[in-house]
């Protein structure tokens, strides 16, 4: 069997058992035992190219035969980037699906991580922003939920208040309806 052939039976399969439509590069590797690394990028990019996938952000994956239609895409592709680090969503986006702010961000959600700031392009899809913090998960345990949509925590209205003063977002402050 061709390993493109492979990559889509296992992608049929999978979606079929009901698993997550987003996929990270690796997420492959073990249908390709012996093969090297430059092969296994020649065969994702084929893939790819072929569109049996498409490319969220750098190392995210969908299978075009099952898209995530939850509306969560930017979020998913956010959790599976970097579990390794304890990420919540924060700021703007969470000020605005509290109704706080009167602005809606669309495709861009920001994160609070206690990995380094960065800026992921997802495409079409969107921006994924994530700020750096140096606070531990003790300090804010109690004002945090979890999204199991977004498969994210999500900071409270005080702790995103918080954190736009924390990370100097004054320009955006402007911007939060007060309550009469």
Known sequence: ?????????????SRRSGQPTLYRTGDFRSLFPGTGAGTYRAIVHRAERRGLLERICQGIYQYTGAPDTSGYVLHHAAAMLRPQHFNYISLETALSDAGVISQ???GWITLVSTGRSATVDCGQYGTIEFVHTERSLDQIADQLSYDSDCWLFRANTQLAMDDMRRFGRDSTMDLVQSED
């Open 1 to 13: 069997m061709q390993p493109s052939q492979r990559l889509e039976e296992w992608l049929r399969t």
């Open 104 to 106: 809606i961000p669309i």
